[in-house]
């Protein structure tokens, strides 16, 4: 379906705190019900979706539609409390050993960006630490019931440490899952901000009851930014959740997310994302911002070629493909090459499990891995070449 049709435009009108008399009217025209839902879920906008229907316009919404939202939505709500309760004894368990933590995304940032817990699809436990605490971390995480997957050798894991940002503990057989972060990015997405600095500036906000440390105003919408750009900014709930968590900060001090982006080498990382708010929301950034960000104009002409885009591509992109918006998004051209030549280099996660190799060997990893990829390129271009005969 092309952009202007009307099940994109509720979506598109949904995707915000607040909504206009625009979704009424949206609602008179043809919709197909299926459609609608499945996008939705797609860009992580169901719980917004859900409230907003039900609030504004439940009256003209079909009932058999109104009700699997209702059950999306309860069994959303019912995940959410379930790993609240869990992240915060996790967050307590850290705490109360005196490593430093920061909760951030999932229901906590449901809460800055839109009010309430409930309004972003449920996920799992993000949580950041100093790289140095890991071990710890790792130990208590095991000491009530976590398992770090997958498991590594020593030597995985200490190229996994110093390459990789994160990995995820699971327990309650996958339903629990903790995102360990130690850093914010990994190397092969160049993005100069240490998880130490952003562990020395938290703020603290309540989350059930319950003080929790979290990032600061700024740091949330330079992190914001860059996540949404290293997965080529293909949800639309992630720029919904960035240009509402501005709205929600009228105190933001625009100067220093502008110094900290450029320190970052991210400035039009967050010029890209400044001007998605702009092209999809109606929240109203400051002009000397975005000149700031974006004097040249190129990150708005590249927010518009993602909104053409936007309900067409679905899905993890192709390295090429990340490797040319790679180019155009990073402040330095060395960047996205340095960039590119890690994501063939150096092993991941698929790597290890691919491949047992003794600890002695583990450098053959990095010869392997390019092996890997080329692979299942190659068995994805066959594929492709055979559907189109």
Not at 288 to 296: F, K
Request: aromatic share 8%; with cysteine; proline share 4%.
């Amino acid at each position: 379906m092309n952009h202007s049709c009307p099940e994109n435009q509720l979506i598109l009108c949904c995707a915000r705190r607040e909504v206009d008399a625009e979704l009424r009217s949206l609602l008179k025209k043809e919709i197909n019900w299926e459609y609608l839902f499945a996008t939705a879920q797609a860009h992580g906008l169901l719980p917004l979706l859900h409230q907003h229907l039900t609030s504004v316009a439940g009256d003209v919404v079909p009932g058999h539609f109104l009700s699997r939202l209702k059950r999306e939505s309860v069994a959303n709500s019912q995940n959410v409390l379930h790993l609240i309760g869990k992240q915060l004894r996790v967050y307590k368990l850290l705490k109360e050993n005196s490593i430093p933590v920061a909760l951030f995304k999932g229901p906590l940032l449901a809460q800055m960006a839109y009010g309430e817990i409930s309004l972003r699809q449920a996920g799992d436990i993000d949580l950041l630490i100093d790289r140095q605490h890991f071990d710890r971390a790792r130990s208590l995480l095991e000491s009530v019931g976590y398992e770090m997957f997958p498991r590594l050798t020593a030597a995985q894991l200490a190229s996994h440490l110093s390459n990789h940002c994160e990995i995820q503990f699971m327990r309650d057989e996958w339903f629990t899952v903790v995102d360990l972060h130690w850093e914010l990015a990994p190397r092969s997405f160049v993005f100069k901000v240490k998880a130490e600095e952003v562990l020395s500036r938290l703020q603290s906000v309540s989350l059930a009851g319950t003080m929790v440390e979290t990032f600061s105003d700024e740091d949330l919408v330079l992190y914001q930014a860059m996540h949404g750009a290293k997965h080529l900014w293909r949800r639309l709930e992630w720029i919904s959740s960035l240009a509402e968590s501005i709205r929600s900060s009228p105190a933001m001090n625009w100067d220093t997310v502008v110094e900290r982006a450029a320190s970052a080498r991210a400035t039009r990382m967050l010029g890209l994302g400044l001007r998605l708010v702009e092209e999809f929301s109606n929240v109203r950034l400051p002009a000397d911002v975005l000149a700031a960000v974006d004097g040249d104009r190129a990150m708005q002409q590249m927010a518009r070629s993602i909104r053409a885009q936007l309900f067409t591509n679905f899905g993890a992109a192709d390295s090429t493909e990340t490797n040319l918006y790679n180019l155009r998004v990073m402040d330095r051209k060395r960047d996205a090459l340095i960039s590119a030549l890690r994501a063939i280099f150096v092993p991941t996660l698929p790597d290890w499990q691919a491949l047992a190799l003794p600890a002695p060997l583990h450098s053959l990893y990095y010869a392997y891995r390019p092996l890997r990829l080329s692979k299942s390129y190659w068995r994805r271009l066959l594929s492709s070449g055979e559907r189109d005969v």
